[in-house]
């Protein structure tokens, strides 16, 4: 069985550059969210861009080189649509399952985090200055949140023609159950994976996991916070 809840929020920005996209057909999902850096321009554009592309490609199964082809012809396009003025840039997070397995891949400062059986087991690594400063030892991961750097991105849709992407697979145990969480940054500053893992182990639905998470963010953002979104996707 698969079970999908996703949002998408502006917060206190004038424009909203993430973007969010979760497909199903049969047993197969597909779940995508990409954050626009809105430093560049036109982030709002390339997010959807990128989420567009890679939904549009899926054939409703697990394929994760299909998927890797998929990202890099978003960030072609990306590239093709930037202008002197308008650098525009995004990052992506793609979750795929089909017949028992999932595959996922990533690139940028959105996450996917992975639970098996309500505890968590695996989150991706940002491709930011503040997580190179953790492979230092200069902070801990737990400080990457608030950092002075949390916003220089080293990797990126529409950064360079040849993207490197992240990417890992997972074959599933029948019976058991798996949820998965994509989120932009502006979703997982503000809620601590510890509280990503209690308030699923209490909900039913992902879309009450959603509501219990976004509880914790709307009491501690300030007036101007970022864009917010995330997807989650379960299977058992």
Not at 3 to 25: L, P, Q
Not at 42 to 48: K, L, N, P, Q, W
Not at 144 to 159: K, M, V, W, Y
Not at 211 to 223: E, G, V, Y
């Amino acid at each position: 069985m698969i079970r999908t809840a996703s949002y998408t929020n502006i917060g206190g920005r004038n424009c909203n550059e993430d973007s969010v996209v979760v497909r199903a057909s049969g047993d197969g999902v597909i779940a995508l969210v990409a954050d626009g850096l809105g430093g560049h321009g036109g982030g709002d554009i390339a997010s959807r861009k990128a989420v567009e592309i890679i939904s549009g490609g899926w054939s409703g199964k697990v394929d994760l080189d299909k998927l890797c082809n998929d990202i890099q012809t978003a960030n072609a396009e990306i590239l093709r649509l930037q202008t002197p003025s308008c650098r525009m840039k995004s990052t992506i997070t793609a979750v795929s399952h089909s017949d028992g397995k999932c595959v996922w891949a990533h690139c940028g400062d959105s996450r996917i985090y992975r639970f098996h059986n309500n505890v968590l087991e695996f989150q991706t690594l940002d491709h930011s200055a503040s997580q190179l400063a953790v492979y230092l030892g200069q902070i801990t991961p737990a400080e990457i949140r608030f950092h002075e750097d949390r916003s220089r991105i080293i990797r990126a849709l529409g950064q360079e023609e040849e993207l490197k992407i992240d990417t890992g697979s997972l074959d599933l145990i029948a019976g058991d159950k798996y949820a998965f969480l994509l989120c932009s940054d502006g979703f997982w500053e503000y809620v601590l994976e510890d509280e990503m893992e209690y308030d699923l182990k209490r909900s039913s639905t992902p879309g009450e996991w959603i509501r219990r998470m976004r509880r914790r963010l709307k009491a501690r953002i300030p007036s101007d916070n970022d864009n917010n979104t995330a997807a989650a996707v379960w299977i058992y």
